[in-house]
């Protein structure tokens, strides 16, 4: 039996629903593009995950991440944003309008904006995949409450690592934040506030080897990258914080990539495709910030604009 698929016209998809994608939405419906965010699985995209976000301009008290996702979604809804709550699983960019599929629709549209976001790395070691959801996890805000009370390791030397290690210690009895590298790469405010934490510890030149454990994590096998002394943490739950990888397997051989697979673009979020544009960290491998994301967003929803004439 052959499914029809529904079809759809559109003059701008744009694919994701994070803060670049809402931000292309928000402009390009003030374009009158009358644009159709195809949201995917994460709607607000990595930074809803965040408990707080404290450096996005006009929240000097911060805001949630969850909350200044959801008022993204309503401002670029206020001017005529739609939304399909479904995710792409293929597309054809060899010709314009380009051709998008669903598991229900076929979509056609004149402009894409690629606004797909990226996903939490891996640690890649043992018991990791097993113990996923049984004590592993990449979302302090999701998680934390879990581990109320119990001993949980946090491993990752960022912005992201010592923020949600932060914001584990309110919950948590004691975290210790395992680094590779003798220095932080986090802001040197947030360093200055997790050293200030007494349940917060720090071990540096350390990786993690091992994830113990039987029903769910007890512990973690840590190697000293000077002395290659290997030793156990007992722990209750592992927060993995190592950066992220871009959304970019449906489009290899659709657009150029780089070597870790952002989209390449120009100064004006155009890909190697003319009306196919890329924003947020999808096609951002060195800043990775809430306000950025925003304004590639913009950049690429006024550079659409001006495409359609």
Known sequence: MVIELEQMDEKLVILGSG???????????????????ITGSDIGGQASLTNIIENYPGFPDGVGGMQLGELFQRQAEKFGT?????????????SNPFTLWTGSKQIKTQVLIIASGAQSNRLGISGEQT??????????????????NKKVAVIGGGDSALEEGIYLSRLASEVTVIHR????RAGTLLQHRAMNIPNMK?????????????????????????????????????????????NTDLFVNQVKLDQKGFI????????????????????????????TSAGMGAAAAIEAIRFLG
Request: some cysteine.
């Open 82 to 94: 739609r939304y399909e709550f479904d995710t792409v699983t293929k597309v054809d960019l060899t």
């Open 19 to 37: 803060p670049a994608g809402f931000t292309a939405a928000l402009y390009a419906a003030r374009g009158e593009l009358n644009p159709l965010v």
């Open 181 to 184: 590298r003798d220095s932080f």
């Open 202 to 246: 720090f071990i540096m030149n350390s990786i993690p080897l091992r994830i113990l454990g039987t029903q769910k994590v007890a512990g973690l096998e840590i190697e000293d990258l000077v002395s290659n002394e290997v030793r156990t943490l007992e722990c209750d739950g592992v927060f993995v914080f190592i950066g992220h990888s871009p």
């Open 131 to 148: 113990f996923t959801g049984k004590g592993v996890s990449y979302c302090a805000t999701c998680d934390g409450w879990f581990f109320k």
């Open 264 to 291: 390449l673009i120009d100064g004006r979020m155009q890909t190697n495709i003319p009306g196919v544009y890329a924003a947020g960290e999808v096609a951002d491998p060195h800043y990775r910030q809430v306000v």
